[in-house]
């Protein structure tokens, strides 16, 4: 059965080196077998994803596009129209990678990584950041003094190892604290190998799957056992209704 597309995020300033790093990241991640999907939440009008490479192609238009390039599939967000990730993850083509690399800061529940220049800059910090990447010696001591994992271009292949290993399936984004913690808390425990996706009480519970135009709509538990119970109080009324088995509703507007 196919594992659901991994995330991880790397943001920080502009000219820190972002998007050089993830492209040759998601290189490495292809070469060992893996489909991978690039993110970029930009607000300029062009983006173009290697410079010495025309052939790559451009990202233009607005919202989202999709092209072949060196990576499986990338794409183009603009800040400006704010697109949501769960709309992104409901594109067949995204779904269908084994990881979406996500550059750009957002609050939707992934690992990331803070790209530095100067101590100055930790503020940036946020609950689901678990490493650094800086050129500065100094940046790399206090981010380790901070307990986050600290790398640099010397360390690239400990960064790809720990991002194979540490990209998680998307959560629910809830926020519903039922496991304890706030998604992005649960995000960073889970990269960081201290809890799994079945502590998540919205997934682990999950009995009824509810879709619209593609994207899984997370529900808490009571409003589960309501649509379910509604559903099949309905169909326990049909001939042929047998009382096992899955049961799969649709409706077309």
Same mark, same amino acid.
């Given at each position: 059965?196919?594992?659901?597309?991994?995330?991880?995020?790397?943001?920080?300033?502009?000219?820190?080196?972002?998007?050089?790093?993830?492209?040759?990241?998601?290189?490495?991640?292809?070469?060992?077998?893996?489909?991978?999907?690039?993110?970029?939440?930009?607000?300029?009008?062009?983006?173009?994803?290697?410079?010495?490479?025309?052939?790559?192609?451009?990202?233009?238009?607005?919202?989202?596009?999709?092209?072949?390039?060196? *990576?499986?599939? #990338?794409?183009?967000? =603009?800040?400006?129209?704010?697109?949501?990730?769960?709309?992104?993850? /409901? @594109? $067949?083509?995204?779904?269908?990678?084994?990881?979406?690399?996500?550059?750009?800061?957002?609050?939707?529940?992934?690992?990331?990584?803070?790209?530095?220049?100067?101590?100055?800059?930790?503020?940036?910090?946020?609950?689901?950041?678990?490493?650094?990447?800086?050129?500065?010696?100094?940046?790399?001591?206090?981010?380790?003094?901070?307990? *986050?994992?600290? #790398?640099?271009?010397? =360390?690239?292949?400990?960064?790809?190892?720990?991002?194979?290993?540490? /990209? @998680? $399936?998307?959560?629910?984004?809830?926020?519903?604290?039922?496991?304890?913690?706030?998604?992005?808390?649960?995000?960073?425990?889970?990269?960081?190998?201290?809890?799994?996706?079945?502590?998540?009480?919205?997934?682990?519970?999950?009995?009824?799957?509810?879709?619209?135009?593609?994207?899984?709509?997370?529900?808490?538990?009571?409003?589960?056992?309501?649509?379910?119970?509604?559903?099949?109080?309905?169909?326990?009324?049909?001939?042929?209704?047998?009382?096992?088995?899955?049961?799969?509703?649709?409706?077309?507007?």
């Amino acid at each position: 059965m196919k594992t659901m597309v991994r995330l991880f995020t790397f943001f920080g300033n502009s000219n820190t080196g972002k998007t050089a790093v993830i492209v040759e990241l998601a290189k490495k991640l292809q070469e060992k077998g893996y489909k991978v999907s690039y993110l970029k939440n930009t607000d300029r009008d062009h983006f173009d994803l290697d410079p010495k490479d025309k052939d790559t192609g451009r990202l233009n238009e607005s919202r989202v596009v999709l092209g072949r390039a060196n *990576l499986e599939f #990338f794409m183009r967000m =603009r800040t400006k129209e704010r697109l949501k990730i769960e709309d992104i993850l /409901s @594109i $067949p083509m995204v779904r269908s990678c084994d990881f979406l690399l996500i550059e750009g800061n957002h609050d939707f529940p992934t690992p990331k990584i803070l790209f530095l220049r100067e101590c100055g800059e930790f503020s940036r910090l946020d609950d689901m950041t678990v490493g650094v990447f800086s050129r500065n010696e100094k940046v790399r001591s206090m981010a380790e003094k901070k307990g *986050l994992i600290a #790398f640099d271009e010397e =360390r690239m292949d400990d960064m790809i190892e720990f991002v194979e290993r540490s /990209s @998680i $399936p998307p959560l629910p984004n809830m926020n519903c604290k039922l496991c304890g913690y706030s998604c992005g808390e649960m995000a960073k425990l889970m990269a960081l190998g201290r809890k799994r996706m079945e502590d998540c009480k919205i997934l682990s519970s999950r009995k009824v799957d509810v879709r619209i135009n593609g994207r899984r709509m997370n529900l808490v538990p009571f409003l589960e056992d309501i649509l379910r119970d509604v559903i099949l109080g309905v169909l326990r009324n049909l001939k042929g209704y047998e009382g096992r088995g899955d049961v799969e509703v649709r409706i077309r507007r």
